[in-house]
């Protein structure tokens, strides 16, 4: 083999080794990819349990959650709810942030730490403050003067009684109040062992209706007492809103409350910490609203379920899943940036344009060189040709040698292309060889032939 062709034989060799292994290397790593997605899309996985903490047995949170499990296990496969009774938010933020439970009902004014993110509103808690038809109260102010049932000590009802205290400057010692059960203030009240009953919650309660349905039909006359300044006690108590109860609420004929009537109200929201799966949320988000009439036939509160509402500011933050599907109707990128992307693509069609230009030249110039080489080697051969003396050979063989060297450095800076070089090899030994029959035709006696 000549010292060219082991030169480039060497290089190419070297180059094709190193194609070959990086093809084996891309398509080993791109087979494995796609088996592994298709694995992981193909494989059966069991539905993503989210445990819920509510409220008590029975209450409107626990109903409605209740429901809410059963239509997630009715219209999704990837989803299951496990609804647990709690006594009341405050307990079930501290088992959310414990990571007991995955979801948890809170009040909107319910202390949080900073990973807990709101899934959706649910309906709305309102203060209500109900007496016996013959009590002496008929403002806030008149409970001091009464006996009152509060809710027990500890929940968030309790503190909510002493919004109203803090705001109507009540006399915390100085009227009968008791801190007891709602079914225990309920079962007084009517029993005439206290005059009012304060508690928080919807109007669709089970135990408030039932509340009002023994009361009508033991022919016992039970009224409401507005609370007309929900929107000063919601500048001290910004998560209170101001709400009402409209007329008839409970009864119609005889109509309970008798007029609309102003109270205070706080939000019943749906929280979750933010290291939950986001597609289980997005899951559980998309039934809420996607079966919202399923949900509102079973159990009619539920109509109230509705979106954050993000213009307005959030005291939570919203989860990423809940999110997704929020903004599933927004604008896609593509559709949000088509200018600029319509100029990003102008500009890179012009710079992929610019360098295949550069490319072509480049590759031309490559062509350009290899040519010259070539040129050189034929001049070489004409001149050895032509020599008439072994001296003459001798000085065409190291120039051709250079030659040789200069082409190999070019072949590995890229200044020549392999295709060039194969063909410089070519003619370089064909030019050595010429060189190598003249020097035999000059050393042969006069009159003789040398064969090769």
Known sequence: ???????????ASLRTRQRALLAIVGVVMIATAASATWFWIARERDPAVLTVATGPRGSDAYNLMREVADVVARHSETVRLDVRAARDASQNIAELNRRDVDVAVIRADTPVVADVRVIARL?????????????PAFEVTDLAGVSVSIPQFGTDAFRSFWVLGDHYDLPIDRFKWTA?????????????????????????????????????????????????????????????????????????????????????????????RDDVDAEAVRELTRILFEHRLDLTIRFPLASAISAPDVAAGLSVPLHEGAERFYDRDAPGFLQENAEPLALLVTVLTLTISGLLALRSRFVSNQKNRADTYNHQLLAIRR?????????????????LNAVLETVVVALDTDEVTEEGFQSFSLLWDAVRETINDRMAELAAPQGQTTWH
Not at 1 to 11: H, K, R
Not at 385 to 397: I, S, V
């Open 1 to 11: 083999m000549t010292a060219a062709e082991g030169a480039g034989a060497n290089l």
């Open 180 to 272: 007891e059960p709602f079914a225990k203030g309920a079962a007084r009240l009517l029993g005439g062992e206290v005059d009012a009953l304060f508690t928080v919650r919807s109007l669709r309660d089970a135990d408030l209706v039932g509340l009002f349905e023994e009361a009508q039909l033991k022919r016992i006359a039970l009224r409401y007492v507005p609370v007309p300044q929900a929107e000063a006690i919601a500048l001290k108590r910004p998560f209170l809103t101001a709400a009402e109860i409209p007329q008839g609420a409970f009864t119609g004929a005889t109509p309970v409350p008798s007029r609309d009537t102003a109270t205070a109200a706080v939000e019943r929201i749906l929280v979750t």
């Open 123 to 135: 309906y709305p808690d309102l203060f209500q403050i109900i007496v016996r038809g013959e009590a």
């Open 383 to 399: 001149q050895a040709e032509a020599a008439g003396d072994a001296g003459d050979l001798r000085r065409l063989k190291r120039e």
